[in-house]
């Protein structure tokens, strides 16, 4: 999308249609001067009660009397309860329904956006509009012959048109296209993003800044890592492990670790046929880690990241793990395999014991879609976090009131010890269904050590199945957005 800023008046402006956002209650004063040209139609609409300007409200105008033919009047909701969500949920309403009619070059008048007072958060209230905006615009239709209708032309030219410029739509921009670019990478079905092309895909954002590292099997297994290399056995597609590096300042790194299993059968432990397709999305947080990585570069965020990414299928082949074996993670902790498709706790465990050997993180945050019993505690609402800093947690927190990527915490008892306790090994990796969303991250903790760390189970929000808002089916690239403003955060 290209956009621009212009200090010309809405009558003046060329293009195929203008999107006048309102408030609720609209003053008819508020567009007295265009709506002198069009007939008065502005003041109509709004007295006759047809558009009140409640939040996601559209509605319509053909017009004669200026360059654009077309109106969309776009409700913002009461102006003293402003909050970013509504104001993301009506710039996509807008521009869906833009795009949806094929048009190519919008208009959009900033004067509703004067004298906003009480509304704090990181952007402006513009940006968050167009951020909704330019989330909602994307799709994946990659493997489609057919293009559908509306995406023929395509909605590319913005012109936002006022009187000054208090607005960072560069930054916005970098923000949604790195959710477009997690979405992307976790839509892309598994026999094309495999641990190699997830790799490929990593070293794509390598430059001054961001070095990007593929460790291969052996340099795996010469480092001692027994956890991932189990998971990686039953496929013949070569794990890969990758670090991404992002120098630009001092101090000790943050370490972002990112689930990366570009297909999840279950193993040996196989999983149903049923809905087994979609375990091509769990390299999510993975695909957020690269993403957010990106987004930081481009904001020339000063801190130090570390971005690690342990990728491999978990299949069931002749070599595959088998339940009950023992295997050594790189902290030299014996794990005793009891399910081989809790596999994302065992290559998060190595990935977590790497960073801290050898970068000695600040915090550590894993991301991952780790497991089924996310969306039985939370549905499809929510992140499940846990950790043991609370004030990291608290850090999190706040990222997620700002990006509406939200997240709860969940409790990490030390009774959840005893769960995992092995008569074998020095722990299990799982002990059945009672609390098993608590104790896949309880596993991880007792990685992490003394290391400030959080986890965020995206298992239940990286995937959406119906059109909401500004996502539509598929991968929703979460804990993109939320690492980028946590990155942000922990910046300053
Ligand atoms: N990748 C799955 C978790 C998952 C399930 C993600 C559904 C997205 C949607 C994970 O590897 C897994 O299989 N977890 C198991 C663990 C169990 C065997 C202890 C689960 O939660 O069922
Ligand atoms: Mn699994
Ligand atoms: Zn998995």
Known sequence: MNIIFKQITEDNIDADILIIPLFENPSTQLYSDIDKLIDGLIQRVIESKEFTGKAQQLLQLHVSGIKAGRIILIGLGVKTKLTAEDLRRSGAKAFTFIEGQNLQHAAMSLTAFND??????????????????????????????????????????????????????????????????ARDLANTPSNEMTPSILAQNAMNIAND??????????????????????????????????????????????????????FDSGGISIKPAQGMEQMKYDMSGGAAVIAAIKAADKLSLKMNIIGILPATENLSGGSATRPGDIVKSITGKTIEIINTDAEGRLILADGIGYSIKYYKPKYIIDIATLTGACSLALGNEAIAMMGNDQQLMEMIKQASVETHERVWQMPLYSEFAEYLKSDA????????KDGSLVTAA????????????????????AWSTKETHYLKKGATGIGTRLLIEFLTIAAN
């Open 209 to 262: 800044r961001i070095k990007v590292k593929v460790l291969d099997k052996a340099e795996v297994e010469g480092l001692g890592m027994g956890a991932f290399i189990a998971v990686s056995k039953g496929s013949n597609e070569p794990l890969k492990f990758i670090i991404i590096e992002y120098s630009e300042g001092t101090g000790k790194p943050i370490a972002l670790i990112g689930k990366s299993i570009t």
């Open 442 to 461: 309880w596993f991880l903790k007792e990685f992490a050590g003394t290391t400030k760390w959080a986890h965020l189970d995206i298992a239940s929000t």
């Open 116 to 181: 906003i007072k009480s509304f704090k958060a990181r952007f402006s209230p513009i940006d968050y509009f167009i951020e909704g905006g330019l989330l909602s615009l994307y799709d994946f239709n990659r493997y489609k012959t057919e293009k559908p209708a509306a995406k023929k032309i395509g909605f590319n030219n913005l012109t936002l048109i006022g009187e000054s410029k208090n607005f960072e739509i560069d930054k916005i921009s970098i923000i949604a296209e790195a959710a477009s670019l």
């Open 425 to 432: 090994a020095d722990i299990k990796n799982t002990s059945g």
